[in-house]
């Protein structure tokens, strides 16, 4: 896990005095509850989602790993109900396509795991979820974003194609968490490209699209879209303060330092937070793009109350916002579900979906 480079991106974020924005008050909501023609007919002025997606969970820690099962999480069909019963209205679905494809042209992508896919996919939307797949963990795409330009174009021209005739509320994400080689210019370049690539055969489907430098709210302002192009989502991920989320995780270097860390909920640790939100919002509204929390979450080496407290404010702060979000993930280290005790963490699962 490339953990040195997050604490690059963690030191270089700190290292920009950025001013201080208030906002004030809650932002009309931008993805509006109302259906709409998406998948049919030419692109509107102003699309909406196709329906209600504010509350959601990643299923990390399995497609995208090497194999699945790999990371200790194998996807079960009881998963999409229990996620949809409590009141989860989409999943997130990350997925390691580099792992399950050929590594010549064609690049063809390998069709048992394709079928794996698909039945996750089905399986998210027969449960009234709304489905986002991802291309998650391309390594060598970050370290030789030129070497892999081409591979990277192949394993989306065959996903949307594979994907052409399923409903609006399955969305495409481009590519988790760029960062490395895959700089802002380099990235801006190969997502335009990536796009020109879906729109050939999925002209209004929702593509979710996030910053360079590991999708951190404060490099959105590095990211560049085409203009012409109504029906994209702008996602970023919230990991702050990282010392406390990535305490004593395996992947970030020198994190066992930070174990013990707690988040107490004090005024300055909240504003730090609410800065960074409006600091996401107030450049959407410049840009006129809907937003999207696609991960968030504290690992659970910090102490439970910390992570709930944490938990509770990021998701009602993105709420009061209107910015929908996915929590980082449901059952494997940062998880709600412990998938042995087949119980939901109840705390943690009451964090994000309050009783009502
Ligand atoms: C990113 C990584 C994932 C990691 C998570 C939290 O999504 O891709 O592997 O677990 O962030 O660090």
């Given amino acids: 896990m490339p953990g040195e480079e997050r604490l690059t991106r963690r030191a270089s974020a700190a290292a920009i005095c950025w001013s201080t924005i208030f906002l004030g008050g809650a932002l009309t909501a931008m993805l509006?509850?109302?259906p709409s023609e998406l998948g049919t007919g030419q692109p509107q002025v102003a699309p909406k989602i196709p329906r209600p997606m504010w509350r959601g969970v990643n299923l990390g820690n399995a497609l995208e790993a090497p194999y699945e099962g790999?990371?200790?999480v194998i996807l079960r069909e009881e998963y999409f109900r229990l996620i949809r019963e409590v009141g989860f209205d989409t999943v997130r679905i990350p997925i390691r396509w580099s792992a399950h494809a050929e590594a010549t042209p064609p690049y063809a992508i390998d069709e048992r795991f394709f079928r794996r896919v698909d039945?996750?996919?089905?399986?998210?939307?027969k449960h009234g979820l709304t489905a986002i797949i991802n291309v998650h963990h391309y390594d060598e795409l970050v370290a030789d974003p030129e070497g892999h330009r081409e591979r990277f174009l192949a394993l989306w021209d065959q996903i949307a194609r594979r994907y052409v005739d399923r409903p609006g509320t399955l969305l495409f994400e481009l590519l988790n968490e760029p960062h490395n080689r895959l700089t802002a210019p380099l990235w801006n370049q190969l997502l335009a490209q990536a796009l020109r690539v879906v729109r050939q055969t999925n002209p209004t489907r929702w593509v979710v699209i996030g910053p360079a430098d590991w999708n951190h709210v404060r490099s959105l302002p590095t990211l560049e879209l085409p203009k012409d192009d109504p029906y994209i989502l702008v996602t970023f991920h919230y990991y702050e303060p990282f010392p406390f989320t990535h305490q004593g995780a395996a992947w970030v270097p020198g994190s066992m330092a930070w174990l013990g860390t707690k988040w107490e909920g004090?005024?300055?640790?909240?504003?730090a937070i609410e800065r960074d939100l409006d600091f996401a919002v107030l450049w959407a509204q410049q840009h006129d793009r809907p937003l999207f929390l696609g991960e968030f979450g504290a690992y659970s080496r910090a102490d439970l109350p910390s992570r709930v407290r944490w938990t509770e404010f990021v998701a009602r702060q993105a709420e009061a916002r209107g910015i929908p979000w996915c929590y980082w993930e449901f059952c494997s280290g940062f998880g709600i579900y412990d998938p042995r005790a087949q119980r939901w963490r109840e705390e943690l699962l009451r964090a994000l979906i309050p009783l009502p």
């Avoid at 039945?119 to 939307?125: F, N």
Wanted: charge should be negative; avoid cysteine; hydrophobic fraction near 45%.
């Fill in 70 to 72: 790999a990371w200790g």
């Fill in 32 to 34: 509006l509850l109302s």
């Fill in 119 to 125: 039945w996750a996919i089905d399986q998210a939307l």
């Fill in 266 to 271: 004090r005024q300055e640790e909240k504003q």
